[in-house]
C-alpha cells in the first residue's frame, strides 16, 4: 500500500504491474480490496491502480469540498498519467462515470460493474424490494446495517444466504461495516456532485465502455446496464453474469477477467 497526496488528501492505493494505465474504483460498501481477483490478472498487461476513493479504506477525508471525479483525475496528475482506463463496480462505477464527462480527454476508456449512474432515481421496485426483505435498519447500528446492505446486494434479492459463498459473505460484511464508517465521515463533508448528472449526458460517453451487471442483482441495476449500452454510442453490454450479486468482480472473477482484459486498451 503506498499513499499519495491528492487535491490535499492521502489517497491510499495499491500498484501492480506495467503498460497502459488502468484505474480500480471500488463500491460503496467496499473498498479497493474488492479488487483482489483482478489486480493480479489485470497486471500482466496493465499498469494497475487499486485505489481507496477518498475517506474510504485507509485514505485520508480532511474537512475540506472535494469531488470524488476531481480526485481521479488529481490521482492521475499526481501519478504523472495523462489518461486512464478506469474499472468501476457500483458506486466507483458511478464515479467513472462522472470522471469521463467532467474530464473526457484524461479517460481512455470504461468498464462498468453494476454500476450506479449519477442523478438515477431508485425504482419503486427496488424500494419495496429492500422494504420486504430487510425492512428497517437502525442506520447507527453498523453491524445491522452492513448485514442488511450484504443481505440485499451481495446476496441479493432472488437468492438464499445459503446460496452464496459464506467467506464471500463475511468478506463482503467487513468491508461494508468500514464503508458505512466512512459515509458517516462523509456526511459531514461538502462531496460536490456532477451538474447536471449523468443519468441525462449517457449520449455523451463518447468512449469504448464495457457494461455488466449480475443476473442476481436487484433490477434497477440490470436496467441501468441496459440504458448505458443503449445511449452511449460505443457501449458494449455483456450478458448478464450468472449467479452474480452487486459484486460481480469479487464474486466470479473468472467470468470478467477475460473480457475485461481482452477489452482494455
Request: net charge negative; hydrophobic share 50%.
Given at each position: ?265
Amino acid at each position: 500500500m503506498t499513499k499519495i497526496e491528492v487535491n490535499g488528501a492521502l489517497l491510499a492505493y495499491d500498484e501492480a504491474g506495467s503498460g497502459s494505465p488502468v484505474v480500480l474504483l471500488h463500491a460503496g460498501i467496499a473498498d479497493r480490496r474488492m479488487w483482489r481477483e483482478q489486480v493480479d490478472i489485470l497486471a500482466t498487461k496493465h499498469r494497475v491502480i487499486a485505489v481507496d476513493l477518498r475517506g474510504y479504506g485507509e485514505s485520508e477525508l480532511p474537512p475540506t469540498a472535494f469531488a470524488h471525479h476531481d480526485d481521479v483525475v488529481g490521482l492521475l496528475d499526481a501519478l504523472g498519467l495523462d489518461r486512464a482506463a478506469l474499472v468501476g463496480c457500483s458506486f466507483g462505477g458511478a464515479v467513472a462515470i462522472d470522471t469521463a464527462l467532467a474530464h473526457p480527454g484524461r479517460v481512455s476508456a470504461l468498464a462498468l460493474f453494476g454500476t450506479a449512474v449519477s442523478g438515477h432515481d431508485w425504482s419503486d421496485q427496488t424500494n419495496d424490494l429492500w422494504e420486504n426483505l430487510v425492512g428497517d435498519v437502525d442506520p447507527e447500528d453498523f453491524a445491522a446495517t452492513a448485514a442488511a446492505e450484504v443481505r440485499f446486494w451481495v446476496i441479493g434479492p432472488e437468492r438464499t444466504p445459503e446460496e452464496v459463498d459464506s467467506d464471500l459473505v463475511a468478506f463482503a460484511t467487513a468491508m461494508d461495516e468500514r464503508a458505512l464508517a466512512a459515509e458517516l465521515a462523509l456526511s459531514a463533508v461538502d462531496v460536490t456532485e456532477l451538474d447536471p448528472p449523468a443519468i441525462g449526458r449517457l449520449n455523451e460517453l463518447n468512449l469504448p465502455i464495457l457494461v455488466a451487471a449480475g443476473a442476481a442483482d436487484v433490477p434497477d441495476i440490470r436496467h441501468l446496464a441496459d440504458r448505458i449500452a443503449t445511449e452511449a454510442p460505443q457501449a458494449l453490454r455483456l450478458p448478464d453474469t450468472p449467479n452474480a450479486a452487486h459484486l460481480l468482480p469479487l464474486e466470479r472473477p473468472t467470468l470478467i477477467n477475460t473480457p475485461l482484459l481482452t477489452f482494455l486498451p
